[in-house]
């Protein structure tokens, strides 16, 4: 979670930053959940899990300029623990960071297509620790993983600078399946957010 927060303490700065030379800013919370293969071989005994399922709640910041191309920087954190393999808890964590073209559709409608890079960190839970003399009790171990991003979502203006945008992003997870089923994860959702306009 203290990346989460450092994350966000960074969009943050860079929106702040860059607000005053941009045409439009975005500010949006969503949420989600994740699709993936399951493992159907049952020859194994020890299978990885199906990274998919749970709610993901999401923060989005955007930053598009007069001739419709920007970037786009964006969370999503698994709300509730689950259960791996019936034994431990974890927690994937998605973020990623784009090129986005926002091109328009209609007059409250637009399109926002985004391709980028980000990282997946895996938390795993212990709660018990694991203690030793010098280093104390640990009580969780990240699993970290570069991904490859491609999204797109149909945005629509609700009402003044409030949109709604259904939404689905691919995930190219590598070495994902050190951990899970497979390295393709897709996350479908939608997001609420508010356009801020610097004209």
């Not at 995930?171 to 508010?194: E, M």
């Amino acid at each position: 979670m203290r990346k989460f927060a450092l994350l966000m303490s960074v969009c943050a700065l860079l929106v702040v930053a860059t607000l005053a030379h941009a045409q439009q800013f975005d500010v949006a919370l969503g949420a989600g959940t994740l699709i993936s293969t399951k493992n159907t071989t049952a020859s194994q005994g020890y299978l990885p899990p199906a990274e998919k399922a749970g709610i993901y709640p999401s923060v989005s910041v955007d930053r598009i300029f007069k001739n419709r191309f920007g970037f786009s920087a964006e969370v999503a954190v698994r709300a509730k623990y689950a259960i791996y393999n019936n034994y431990q808890q974890f927690r994937p964590v998605l973020y990623d960071f784009n090129a986005v073209f926002a091109p328009r559709l209609a007059k409250k409608t637009s399109a926002d297509l985004m391709a980028g890079v980000g990282g997946q960190s895996v938390l795993f839970y212990n709660p018990y620790g694991n203690c030793t003399y010098s280093s104390g009790c640990v009580t969780h171990v990240n699993s970290n993983h570069f991904l490859i991003h491609v999204g797109g979502g149909i945005r629509y203006n609700v009402w003044r600078n409030f949109f709604v945008r259904p939404e689905a992003h691919f995930y190219r997870i590598v070495n994902n399946t050190t951990i899970f089923h497979s390295d393709n994860v897709l996350r479908v959702g939608a997001s609420v957010g508010y356009t801020f306009h610097t004209d």
